[in-house]
């Protein structure tokens, strides 16, 4: 944004996005130039008012930023800070606003009126819901007719019947058909995310501490795919020909392949790449990664669902309530003390120039005193062994922070606790195997919620920055996988419920997305910068939002198109 302060007779700054107009009047017997304008968002944790300009004209015009609420305030010749009223105020955008300036005080007015900048985003829930119930209207009726055209034979009070039995869903062949599905929904939200969302925040990653819409999407694909490595291993196992060592030499494969293509896409940027400067890690990396630990810890300790059940029947009946955690109990230490070395690293780990135990992202952060201590341990270990230059140039706190150092959002020491997020999804998944009882396994995926959830609040202290282990999709912290683990285990409840048990649902058109994951994900990166994924539009949230929809829209039909044509893209 332009922060550049003008007089009142310059030309108006011209709006951006998310942006408002402040006229600064001062009314004071001071000379103007001695005064100047401070300000802060109140989402920047413990940080320092900075300089905006200095006011040197009776009324002075500058754009402020409405994406968060901000702290105003001037200082004036004697070193005084005068805190402007109301404090803190949230600017609505491209509305316009008075400072008026005097000796003791400094007061914001409303001039005129911003506008609704969510208005886009109701019209586009509509749309979407509009074409949702007039897609499933036309299914219905489609199938209604089909059934009774087709049979010549059905008397007139057995189509009345038909037409009844109809209005139920059909019944559908595939089993645990919600992981497709939960795949596909994180694919389109991070699709979506990744096209901007529209420049609205809450569709952007967070600035550190916290969680938006875009921070649910990685945790969650990991989740899931913890879920269908434990019902994989099950089938495989099943088979006669069943080889330890086969599935093995598949899984260093895939893994392998994982990470290569993941390092294709990251650094396929539109313009020349330099080795000098090629980005290492990223997210298909920690896929494969957390996916090649979590398989082989599993591989060698695995036990088939019917065994297991065998053992149950030796058990107590509290042990046998536990059994899916008790015949792995070897794999929850070895997750356990990778956790105990992560906290390790991250609290003891001398940094240079860091205090012990740094957990935030530099820059302004604590009043700037600990600028170039970014991440704390998790950054300096992946600047020490990967290379500045290998590592990402701008986190998600650069622009709040105003952090100058590099960071990395999926670097090595976030691996630990991926790690520990894949190996969740893979006990969830031994809940669908070991307890027969589709209401057991409804309770238990709602059991293990609540656990979860609570250990990631405890955590966390149920706040945003002042917890033992905040919740921080850049640090990857334990509370961060506790939490988003939660949620997940509660979407998965309802999209079992609806989609495998009630079948109210087919996971339409998730269902196809999931199906194709890999390639909707390349895809997306590959070709965001080519039409007709994506063109440029007004930097405005209505014309931002419609091409975010455009790009997760256009992605749904391809993958549709793929799914007609039974192709489907496994590693």
């Not at 033992?468 to 998965?492: D, Q």
Request: glycine fraction near 8%; proline fraction near 4%.
């Amino acid at each position: 944004m332009n922060r550049r302060c003008v007089s009142a007779s310059a030309v108006n700054p011209s709006f951006t996005i998310d942006s408002a107009l402040l006229y600064a009047h001062i009314d004071t017997t001071y000379n103007s130039g001695d005064f100047v304008l401070l300000e802060q968002s109140t989402e920047c944790h413990n940080c320092p008012l900075v300089k905006v300009c200095s006011l040197r004209h009776s009324t002075t015009k500058l754009l402020v930023d409405t994406t968060f609420k901000s702290v105003i305030a001037v200082n004036n010749s004697q070193g005084g800070i005068i805190n402007c009223s109301p404090s803190p105020i949230h600017f609505g955008e491209y509305g316009h606003y008075n400072l008026t300036i005097n000796d003791t005080s400094c007061t914001i007015s409303e001039v005129r009126s911003p506008v609704n900048s969510h208005t886009p985003i109701y019209w586009a829930f509509l749309a979407y819901l509009t074409l949702a119930l007039v897609y499933g209207t036309a299914l219905i009726c489609f199938n209604r007719f089909r059934r009774v055209f087709t049979n010549p034979r059905i008397t007139e009070s057995d189509s009345d019947r038909l037409l009844v039995d109809l209005a139920a869903p059909v019944p559908r062949k595939r089993r645990l058909g919600f992981l497709d599905t939960f795949r596909g929904i994180c694919i389109v939200i991070m699709i979506f995310v990744n096209y901007g969302g529209g420049h609205y925040w809450f569709f952007k990653h967070s600035s550190w501490n916290g969680l938006t819409l875009a921070d649910l999407v990685f945790p969650w694909f990991m989740f899931v795919m913890g879920v269908s490595m434990a019902l994989s291993f099950e089938k495989a196992a099943m088979s006669a020909s069943f080889s330890k060592y086969r599935v093995l030499v598949s899984v260093v494969r895939r893994s392998a392949i994982l990470f290569l293509l993941g390092m294709f896409v990251i650094n396929s940027n539109g313009s020349k790449n330099s080795w000098a400067n090629l980005r290492i890690m990223g997210v298909l990396q920690r896929f494969a990664i957390a996916y090649l630990f979590v398989a082989c810890l599993r591989l060698f300790s695995l036990k088939t669902a019917s065994h297991i059940r065998g053992m149950q029947n030796n058990m107590s009946s509290l042990a046998g309530a536990f059994v899916d955690v008790l015949v792995y109990w070897t794999d929850y230490l070895i997750v356990g003390v990778l956790l105990l070395i992560w906290c390790l690293i991250m609290f003891l780990l001398p940094v240079p120039g860091c205090p012990s135990g740094y957990l935030g992202p530099g820059g302004l952060d604590d009043g700037g005193h600990f600028a170039n201590c970014t991440g704390g341990a998790a950054g300096y270990i992946d600047r020490l062994l990967l290379g500045d230059s290998h590592v990402h140039r701008r986190p998600s706190c650069y622009h709040l922070y105003r952090t100058t150092q590099r960071f990395d959002p999926e670097g090595i020491l976030g691996c630990i606790t991926s790690i520990f997020t894949v190996f969740l999804g893979l006990q969830a998944g031994q809940i669908f195997l070991v307890f027969e009882s589709k209401k057991m396994q409804m309770k238990r995926l709602w059991y293990w919620a609540v656990i979860y959830g609570v250990g990631g609040g405890i955590l966390c202290k149920f706040s945003q920055n002042d917890g033992f282990l905040p919740v921080n999709k850049n640090l990857w912290t334990p509370s961060f996988a506790l939490v988003l683990s939660s949620l997940a285990l509660l979407i998965i409840s309802v999209l079992y419920y609806t989609i495998d048990d009630k079948e109210w649902w087919c996971g339409e058109p998730f269902y196809f997305v999931g199906m194709n994951s890999i390639l909707l994900y390349v895809g997306h990166e590959v070709f965001e910068k080519c039409l007709p994924v994506q063109w440029e539009v007004p930097m405005n949230h209505s014309a931002q939002l419609f091409m975010s929809l455009w790009g997760a829209s256009f992605w749904t039909v391809i993958a549709y198109a793929f799914h007609l044509n039974k192709f489907y893209l496994s590693l």
